[in-house]
């Protein structure tokens, strides 16, 4: 009897939790449903500026929602909400803590947000505030500086002026200035490609090696996957260096069943990096102009029959088999000479844009867009985002897109 009465009493406890969960969990969706003008308002300025908005700005947000929508506020993605989230990022905090933080890994190997400020990050800083298409981030001479007293010159040879700026708590928002790579460092323009040579990029990713990083880091950050999602062993193998053994271990299937699937379509496009190095004694990028770099024949006795590059020429394998999947833009060849080329190449795919939405949205929803209808959301946005490549504007309808949740 007392073990009946017990199971009772438990059973009856874990009903009257579940009961209570239950209750909780439906009052916070009606809440996230329901959210008013000022919830929105209040919402959307912390997921784009990263703090709450002041008094005036809150006020004047909700104004606007309630004029645009009414009292119970908009639905989500709504157009209202993305004109609202203008104000937002329009506010110092979105330049130098919500980009920043966003780019900061971006630019180094580790992949870490602890990593001092510097041209990369500066660069999309500016781009993003300044409304430049972004689909000229791999390809363009474009650098921006900080231009406040006291700082060190911007230098080719070291990170001490943009580090200097961080120190200093400059407003980034403001002080950008939109630049070139050729003036301001002495690069030659033909080797400008936008992010890619920056110093930031060049000291983390032409440094040593054999210039493949750059590739790989570039698919990381602009394509969002790492070699081992792009691997397609059906591609052409005669562009594959000499370094690379075809029969590691004595085994060639290991070649031909996993080295061929990275090394195939990356290394007639790594092509593109090879008259670039980073002197690690100097703090700078070497371009050599029409002179291949030592680096790009090291190993050769690992396979003397394999590929020796001769120039900087480059081709993307990649069209077809699994990888015309990325979505190549059809009015570009394909192939090219040079980082400039290949940089306009990588930025005119679907995939790049496809991978910054992904980024934004994930940054500012808090959650990767994993559900049927964040995969829509995702999907509206990038059409939007391919019309100008402005990335600003995905930021503000992202948060449009999750102003509840």
Not at 43 to 59: C, D, V
Not at 222 to 239: K, S
Request: glycine share 8%.
């Amino acid at each position: 009897m007392n073990v009946r009465t017990n199971t009772a009493q438990v059973v009856g406890g874990r009903a009257c939790h579940a009961a209570v969960t239950g209750s909780v969990l439906l009052l916070t969706l009606a809440s996230s449903a329901s959210a008013g003008p000022n919830e929105q308002a209040k919402r959307i300025y912390e997921r784009i500026a990263g703090e709450p908005p002041p008094p005036a700005i809150l006020t004047q947000m909700a104004n606007a929602i309630i004029v645009g929508c009414g009292s119970s506020g908009c639905a989500p993605g709504s157009p209202v909400l993305a004109t609202v989230a203008q104000t937002a990022t329009s506010a110092a905090g979105f330049y130098n803590v919500t980009l920043k933080n966003l780019v900061i890994p971006w630019t180094n190997r580790d992949q870490t947000v602890f990593a001092p400020l510097n041209d990369y990050a500066a660069t999309v800083i500016g781009m993003v505030r300044d409304d430049v298409a972004f689909n000229t981030a791999l390809s363009d001479d474009i650098l921006y500086t900080v231009n406040a007293p006291g700082l060190p010159a911007p230098s080719a040879a070291n990170n001490s002026h943009y580090a200097a700026a961080e120190a200093n708590g400059i407003d980034l928002s403001t002080t950008l200035r939109k630049t070139t790579q050729s003036g301001t460092y002495g690069t030659p323009v033909e080797a400008t490609a936008g992010l890619i040579t920056t110093r930031a990029a060049a000291s983390a990713f032409f440094i040593n090696g054999t210039n493949r990083a750059m590739f790989r880091f570039t698919m990381i950050n602009h394509f969002c996957g790492d070699m081992q999602t792009l691997m397609d062993t059906t591609r052409p193998t005669d562009r594959i260096r000499q370094d690379v053994a075809r029969s590691p271990g004595g085994d060639s299937r290991v070649f031909l069943n996993n080295c061929v699937g990275c090394h195939s379509g990356m290394d007639p496009m790594a092509q593109a990096f090879a008259y670039y190095n980073f002197d690690a004694a100097s703090g700078q990028m070497v371009y050599t102009a029409n002179q291949v770099q030592a680096k790009y024949f090291i190993n050769a006795a690992n396979f003397p029959f394999g590929f020796v590059t001769p120039d900087n020429s480059w081709s993307n394998r990649w069209r077809a088999g699994a990888n015309a999947s990325l979505g190549w833009d059809p009015t570009l060849p394909g192939s090219g000479v040079g980082a400039k080329s290949l940089g306009q190449e990588l930025a005119h795919s679907d995939a790049f844009a496809q991978c910054q939405v992904v980024k934004v949205f994930t940054a500012v929803c808090f959650r990767a867009p994993t559900s049927t209808a964040d995969q829509q959301t995702v999907a509206t946005l990038k059409t939007s985002f391919k019309a100008g490549y402005h990335l600003k504007q995905v930021f503000q309808q992202s948060a449009a897109a999750c102003p509840g949740q």
